[in-house]
């Protein structure tokens, strides 16, 4: 019989051991880099944590599988569960459901209402688990790459728009332009913070003539011949993705004679999509954005007792 516990000392030992034998465990690394944090986790309630959490299904001292998530709001309402493992010798024997299960019931009691999870599209195993645990797909996530030559010629942003590091007066901006791609209802879930956004991987997209915010990206460098991009332009400025992506690609500087190029891309970006296939980049993986939502319980209000006293009587 296994139990669901924060992890202790010899647990932080064995998953260790884990994060060496499983592929882009970045949440669960994370965590082992502040193993004291992690190790006092039980102490703060879920609605005040600000590193990744990760809790442990454990038979004694042998640890079964894990499930590690973070915050991605700023009012701690929104988590994303990052990984879920359960060693191969105990799959298949509802570990993984009762971990996933757990993490509902436990945060969703500290007040969590929305919960996301990106999965493999080919991974059924787990895209069943989560729907039976109450997540529904919003959108599919592209990452689409291609080897660039130094020596293409890339189409550059006019004059009348320049591309600069974001600074902390333009947060509101890249909010609204964040918040305004996405539909009403799921705003609360997938809208980042903007502390999401304060980071040196950050430029912006200006239009000079109007001193105008109009789009952002990150471009981020992850090996000397490797870049990932994400970047958003506002609604009405969707014609100038190729620009912009082009202006984005000029920048970067490399010293072989190509270097390869991914893009991150949700489905509903229409435009960009159709760009980034007719610049003949390749559709490398394909993952499920999914999402649950628990719905809180209103308080009710407790009717206010009558005072004891005699009854008061008008004056004459």
Known sequence: MFKIRTPNINDLNKLEKFALTIPNVTTLNLILKNKTFCLLQFLVPQNFRFLPSIHVAAEEENVLGFIDLKCTSKTNNCWQIDELYVTDEFRNKGIGEELLRYVLSVYGGHGVEHFLAEIDSQNFPALSLFHRCGFRRYSKIFLYEKEINNTDGLC????????????????????????????????????????????????????????????????????????????????????????????????????????RVAVRVHDYLTELTEILTKSGFLSREVKELLIRTIWQKVKERKPKAAKVGLPRTAPT
């Open 156 to 259: 550059l942003l006019d004059k009348d728009f320049i591309l600069r590091t974001v600074n902390n007066n333009d947060l509101n901006e890249i909010e609204k332009i964040e918040l305004s791609s996405i539909p009403p209802d799921f705003r609360p879930a997938i809208g980042r913070p903007k502390e999401y956004f304060k980071n040196k991987n950050m430029v912006c997209l200006i239009d000079r003539n109007r001193n105008l915010l109009i789009g952002w990206a990150q471009v981020e460098r992850k090996s000397d011949d490797y870049t990932q991009i994400e970047l958003l332009l506002s609604p009405g400025w969707s014609h100038l993705y190729e620009y912009f992506f082009n202006s984005l690609l000029s920048t970067l500087e490399y010293k072989g004679e190509s270097f």
